[in-house]
């Protein structure tokens, strides 16, 4: 159940995080206070409704067929949450009635946290009506706050290091230091600062997350000299064993967080130490240490940077795909949605459902498997697995759950008994199973190479370019259907031309735009560097480039840039002194790339004979 609300959270998160900036409010303030309440009223009393429904059918149908409803519902309606989520964002536009406070203008991850706290609120209306199923169901003494507040308090962890990433990138933005700034804006700097983010967060987190979950200390005596013992014999440092709270400590469960020994945390509920024998608490912790000691964590880290890789390798892909389908929008535009919503509503279901398939399918893949390998540790430390197999049917007798039920972060515990009845008897199975891990570490690995060959392609090689290019002209050129007469695309199209060294088109969009608007700095000063310096010299015309350099300078005399277009066309048409003047003018305005500037006027007084 955690690792669901986990993926509804960061699905909730992208959703926020792909939606456009603000502009005007869709409907009038009151109308959408009223759609608000409405909305969110009506969200309630469905679920309301369906699971007082299911409660009803709880004495009087099996509980197979109860807990695959129960568990359909409950994910039927967080799915349902994320939707009114994203009604709240696309369709009625909150963010545009909080966009303006200044706070959130300074920093933005403050407007963000404000909805995400709407969303938690969405799911916990969702827990809070479901609870009274799931205490009946699963016979549980958890009572309906201590469940609500151990969901929310036990899911939103994985919003933290986002909080903190996002937070400290909008406070380097408002405090008055130039070079973090400049360091962030490249994108080096952005890789390298998250590479750091992540390496601190994933070492020092559990510290984090250990008091925000309220874990206390389990305290001096036999279960604690027992679980000292076990992680000394098998060479396991860590920080502290703490007692894990969660649904109340009522779940018969253990884990471990840490990467650091300084920052590593075993965790067991009360339940798991009164309900087991002592070599059954002894297996369990087994289990945990065996993902310590086959670094799993790692590995996690690894795979979370892998999705970053992924996302990253492919956005640019997604951007490209869906200007391609662009007019397939039509309907909706029609309709009166409009196209920057419809866009950035394609890119989070795109990033979204890259999202799902990542984590269903090759995170999920590997989390299955590692917990199979970590069972398989108990056989480093004992003879037997027999205590863990039967703490795995304590589990599934005491959860009320169908041990059958598939998981997809976990084999079923009837697969994990099964398994670990066959180490029982052939105890090549663990080889077999660490080879098969090893093995697809290296399929993985080999992935992300190509993964990362192909994004750094995309975003930075040739190729990526091209692509560019391509699809910013087809932008251009469908919207030039639409106006022809913007001087504004012509010289998009020209800038666009220029960049991939097409100097006809070129010279007919700069053309076409100056004659729909003849006093445009920009496109006068490209239009005269090219005429002055195209490397194709049938599209050489110096004396037309003079022209358009002296026009340009006219508009905008503080450009170096601007300067130094004209001091070449000074230097190409044999007025050199003219070429010296402009290019010393040049150089004086210029803040950067003072020996570029130097080198001209150089070689314009070497054109004069001195």
Same mark, same amino acid.
């Given at each position: 159940?955690m690792?669901a609300?986990f993926?509804?959270?960061?699905?909730?998160?992208?959703?926020?995080?792909?939606?456009?900036?603000?502009?005007?409010?869709n409907?009038a303030? +009151?109308?959408t206070?009223v759609?608000f309440?409405?909305?969110?009223v009506l969200?309630?009393?469905l679920?309301w409704?369906q699971?007082?429904?299911?409660r009803?059918?709880?004495?009087?149908?099996?509980?197979?067929?109860l807990?695959?409803?129960?568990?359909?519902?409950?994910?039927?309606?967080?799915?349902?949450?994320?939707?009114?989520f994203?009604?709240?964002l696309?369709g009625?536009n909150l963010?545009?009635?909080?966009g303006?406070?200044?706070l959130?203008?300074?920093?933005p991850?403050?407007?963000?946290a404000?909805?995400?706290?709407?969303? @938690?609120?969405?799911?916990?209306i969702v827990w809070?009506?479901s609870h009274?199923?799931?205490?009946?169901l699963?016979?549980?003494?958890?009572s309906?706050k201590?469940?609500v507040?151990?969901?929310?308090?036990?899911?939103t962890?994985v919003l933290?290091?986002?909080?903190?990433?996002?937070?400290l990138?909008?406070?380097?933005?408002?405090?008055?230091?130039?070079?973090?700034?400049?360091?962030?804006a490249s994108?080096?700097?952005?890789?390298?600062y998250?590479?750091?983010f992540?390496v601190?967060?994933?070492?020092?987190g559990?510290?984090?997350?250990?008091?925000?979950?309220r874990?206390?200390?389990?305290e001096?005596?036999?279960d604690?000299?027992?679980?000292?013992?076990?992680?000394?014999?098998a060479?396991?440092?860590?920080?502290n064993?703490?007692y894990?709270?969660?649904f109340?400590?009522r779940?018969?469960?253990?884990?471990?967080?840490?990467?650091?020994?300084?920052?590593r945390?075993?965790?067991v509920?009360?339940?798991?130490?009164s309900?087991?024998?002592?070599?059954?608490v002894d297996?369990?912790i087994?289990h945990e240490?065996? /993902?310590?000691?086959q670094k799993?964590?790692l590995?996690?880290l690894?795979?979370?940077?892998g999705?970053?890789?992924l996302t990253?390798a492919v956005?640019?892909?997604?951007?490209?795909?869906?200007?391609?389908?662009?007019p397939?929008?039509?309907l909706?535009?029609?309709m009166?949605?409009?196209?920057?919503?419809?866009t950035?509503?394609s890119?989070s279901?795109?990033?979204?459902?890259?999202f799902?398939i990542?984590?269903?399918?090759?995170f999920g893949?590997?989390m299955r498997?590692?917990e199979?390998?970590?069972?398989?540790?108990v056989?480093?430390?004992?003879?037997s697995a027999?205590p863990?197999i039967s703490?795995?049917?304590?589990?599934?007798?005491?959860s009320?759950q169908?041990?059958?039920?598939?998981?997809w972060? /976990?084999?079923?515990?009837?697969?994990?008994?099964? +398994?670990?009845?066959?180490c029982?008897k052939d105890r090549s199975a663990?080889?077999?199973?660490?080879?098969?891990?090893?093995?697809?570490?290296?399929?993985?690995?080999?992935g992300?190479?190509?993964?990362?060959?192909?994004?750094y392609?995309?975003?930075?090689?040739?190729?990526?370019r091209?692509l560019?290019?391509?699809?910013?002209q087809k932008?251009?050129?469908r919207?030039?259907?639409?106006?022809p007469?913007d001087p504004k695309?012509?010289?998009?199209l020209?800038?666009l031309?220029?960049n991939s060294?097409?100097w006809?088109?070129v010279?007919?969009a700069?053309?076409?735009?100056?004659?729909?608007?003849?006093?445009?700095? /920009?496109?006068?000063?490209?239009l005269a560097?090219m005429?002055?310096t195209c490397?194709d010299?049938?599209?050489?015309?110096p004396?037309?480039?003079?022209v358009?350099?002296k026009?340009?300078a006219?508009?905008?005399a503080?450009?170096?840039h @601007?300067?130094?277009?004209?001091?070449?066309?000074?230097?190409?048409?044999?007025y050199?002194?003219?070429?010296?003047?402009a290019?010393i003018?040049?150089r004086?305005l210029?803040?950067?790339?003072?020996?570029?500037y130097e080198?001209?006027?150089?070689?314009?007084?070497?054109?004069?004979?001195f």
């Amino acid at each position: 159940l955690m690792f669901a609300n986990f993926i509804y959270f960061i699905i909730a998160l992208l959703i926020y995080e792909t939606y456009p900036p603000p502009g005007e409010p869709n409907f009038a303030p +009151y109308q959408t206070l009223v759609l608000f309440i409405s909305l969110t009223v009506l969200f309630g009393y469905l679920t309301w409704i369906q699971f007082q429904t299911l409660r009803k059918m709880t004495s009087r149908d099996s509980f197979i067929r109860l807990d695959h409803r129960y568990n359909t519902l409950l994910t039927r309606q967080s799915i349902m949450a994320i939707i009114v989520f994203a009604m709240n964002l696309y369709g009625l536009n909150l963010p545009s009635y909080t966009g303006h406070i200044r706070l959130f203008t300074k920093i933005p991850t403050l407007q963000a946290a404000v909805f995400l706290v709407l969303f @938690i609120f969405y799911l916990a209306i969702v827990w809070y009506f479901s609870h009274g199923v799931h205490q009946r169901l699963y016979a549980s003494s958890v009572s309906r706050k201590s469940y609500v507040w151990s969901q929310i308090s036990f899911s939103t962890p994985v919003l933290l290091p986002w909080l903190i990433l996002s937070g400290l990138a909008d406070l380097i933005q408002v405090l008055p230091f130039s070079l973090p700034k400049k360091f962030l804006a490249s994108t080096e700097g952005q890789v390298l600062y998250f590479l750091v983010f992540l390496v601190v967060v994933a070492m020092i987190g559990p510290a984090l997350i250990q008091k925000l979950w309220r874990c206390r200390p389990l305290e001096a005596g036999i279960d604690r000299n027992r679980i000292e013992a076990l992680c000394a014999r098998a060479g396991v440092d860590y920080a502290n064993i703490m007692y894990w709270p969660i649904f109340g400590g009522r779940m018969i469960t253990a884990g471990v967080m840490g990467l650091v020994k300084r920052f590593r945390y075993i965790l067991v509920t009360r339940a798991l130490l009164s309900a087991l024998e002592p070599a059954e608490v002894d297996a369990v912790i087994a289990h945990e240490i065996g /993902h310590v000691k086959q670094k799993h964590l790692l590995f996690y880290l690894m795979f979370f940077g892998g999705y970053m890789l992924l996302t990253y390798a492919v956005f640019d892909l997604i951007i490209y795909s869906i200007i391609y389908l662009e007019p397939a929008f039509g309907l909706f535009t029609r309709m009166g949605v409009e196209q920057m919503t419809l866009t950035s509503l394609s890119i989070s279901l795109a990033i979204i459902a890259i999202f799902l398939i990542y984590f269903r399918f090759i995170f999920g893949y590997f989390m299955r498997n590692f917990e199979r390998q970590a069972d398989t540790y108990v056989y480093t430390l004992f003879d037997s697995a027999q205590p863990l197999i039967s703490t795995l049917e304590k589990i599934a007798v005491t959860s009320g759950q169908s041990p059958d039920r598939p998981n997809w972060h /976990h084999f079923s515990i009837t697969e994990r008994i099964n +398994y670990l009845d066959r180490c029982e008897k052939d105890r090549s199975a663990i080889r077999q199973q660490t080879h098969k891990i090893k093995k697809s570490i290296a399929v993985y690995l080999v992935g992300m190479l190509a993964v990362g060959f192909v994004g750094y392609n995309l975003n930075l090689g040739e190729t990526g370019r091209d692509l560019s290019d391509h699809f910013f002209q087809k932008i251009v050129h469908r919207e030039l259907e639409k106006n022809p007469h913007d001087p504004k695309l012509h010289r998009l199209l020209g800038d666009l031309y220029f960049n991939s060294k097409n100097w006809e088109g070129v010279q007919q969009a700069y053309e076409k735009s100056l004659h729909l608007k003849p006093d445009n700095p /920009h496109v006068l000063n490209n239009l005269a560097w090219m005429y002055a310096t195209c490397e194709d010299k049938r599209f050489r015309d110096p004396e037309r480039a003079l022209v358009l350099a002296k026009a340009a300078a006219s508009i905008s005399a503080e450009e170096p840039h @601007i300067l130094d277009t004209l001091a070449e066309s000074y230097y190409l048409n044999g007025y050199y002194e003219e070429a010296i003047a402009a290019g010393i003018r040049a150089r004086n305005l210029a803040r950067d790339n003072h020996t570029y500037y130097e080198a001209q006027v150089e070689k314009y007084r070497k054109a004069t004979g001195f």
